[in-house]
């Protein structure tokens, strides 16, 4: 694996080539094209025991940690403990419980970074009786129309930008859900989900993948605790490569280095969350949550960041009036690292509104990604945008 392409995601690198803008585009799309081809699987080759945590890949299934609902992600992407919709099915199953519509359909759109990246959510969920919920998700984050550029030189070394096609690099995830409460325990409740990843790079490249992750929600008083323990089994993704002994030459000319089918893993990370809401007089009401994302896959750019451990705290408020319009704001930080060799810790902000017509619920975010200081290519701003709907039997 080319060292470019080691320790960062794939977002990243997506970014800093759009900003390449003094290098010529044959070798800006030549460029992305690799990045895509070599950069989505971070590292192809199966762990072993006697492997170093630290060189465990970090980015495996990126496009899972996004988050969906934009009231989640304008709260700084927090919602373990106190997550109450279909929404569940990602943040924690077990809050697929708290669904009292006899249908419930979600549906998320976000354009991210400054539009390369196109991302979408869908939900369905239903109580199934008085003790037990399913919910049915599907996430796809791509970027399409990438330029094709392996056969731009033609036979005679000529550039022919005819030769030129397009091409699309997608994840898809497919998540079924089930949530019960534990009888035996007032106000414990349990969630499992079992999620098959589809992912493809055109016609180059596809992968399977299967996961299960596991959710416990507790009420005590007036707070809410979470813990949610995400590809809990290890998450495991098969690489299928299809490229044509002329791409292959192409891609060896360049030099990057040819793939081979192969397995890469996702380790396991638990999120801790705690949330409480307070009535402010009778018509407003203010809900705080803290998240912790603790990771176990090698010391990343977080607050607390260590080896193999670490933590990544998340905070988010949200401001309600009369259970019809919302203000919320929350924040994550991330560690930077300058030219001149020192890190900072900067904030990434979000915030969002929302907006209760009668069973329709439409919500908005802003998130903030990066650091604004030149050296590192600036913040990125994303738009999200997510409604939901409560479906009811007539008569009720």
């Known amino acids: 694996m080319p060292k470019l392409f080691r320790g960062k995601s794939i977002y990243y690198h997506i970014i800093r080539i759009f900003e390449m803008e003094t290098r ?3 070798y800006k799309h030549l460029l992305l094209f690799a990045i895509f081809l070599f950069g989505s699987q971070s590292a192809f080759a199966q762990s072993t025991e006697t492997e170093e945590r630290d060189n465990t890949p970090k980015y495996v299934n990126d496009f899972l940690s996004i988050g969906v609902g934009a009231r989640a992600m304008a709260m700084g992407n927090v919602g373990v ?6 929404t569940a099915g990602y943040w924690n199953p077990a809050g697929l419980l708290e669904i009292k519509a006899d249908l419930q359909l979600a549906g998320l759109h976000a354009n991210r970074f400054a539009n390369i990246n196109k991302y979408d959510y869908g939900a369905i969920g239903k109580a199934i009786d008085s003790t037990s919920a399913i919910g049915f998700s599907v996430i796809r984050s791509g970027v399409d129309d990438i330029p094709n550029t392996l056969e731009l030189v033609d036979a005679d070394g000529n550039f022919n930008y005819d030769r030129i096609s397009l091409f699309s690099a997608v994840d898809y995830a497919f998540v079924a859900s089930y949530a019960r409460h534990i009888s035996k325990v007032p106000g414990l409740r349990m969630g499992v989900n079992a999620k098959v990843i589809y992912r493809s790079v055109g016609d180059f490249a596809s992968a399977w993948g299967f996961g299960l992750d596991a959710g416990l929600m507790y009420d005590v008083k007036n707070w809410k605790f979470g813990l949610m323990a995400r ?22 000319a360049t030099g990057n280095e040819i793939p081979e089918n192969s397995l890469e893993i ?3 990370r638990f999120i801790l969350g705690a949330a409480r809401q307070w009535d402010i007089k009778k018509q407003m009401s203010l809900l705080a949550e803290v998240n912790f994302d603790i990771t176990t896959d090698g010391q990343r750019n977080t607050l607390i960041s260590a080896n193999p451990i670490s933590v990544d705290p998340r905070l988010g408020l949200e401001l309600g009036y009369k259970n019809t319009i919302f203000l919320r704001g929350g924040s994550s930080f991330q560690r930077f690292g300058g030219l001149d060799g020192e890190e900072s810790i900067v904030p990434q902000p979000s915030f969002g509104v929302g907006l209760r017509i009668r069973q329709l619920f439409l919500d908005y975010a802003l998130t903030i990604a990066g650091d604004d200081s030149s050296s590192n290519g600036g913040a990125l701003n994303s738009n999200v945008f997510s409604l939901k709907l409560n479906i009811f039997k007539q008569g009720k």
């Open 24 to 26: 010529p585009m044959r």
């Open 266 to 268: 996702t380790l396991p």
């Open 81 to 86: 403990a106190s997550v109450n919709d279909i």
């Open 231 to 252: 590809d809990v089994t290890t998450t495991f993704n098969a690489w299928d490569f299809t490229l044509s002994p002329e791409e292959q030459a192409v891609l060896i």
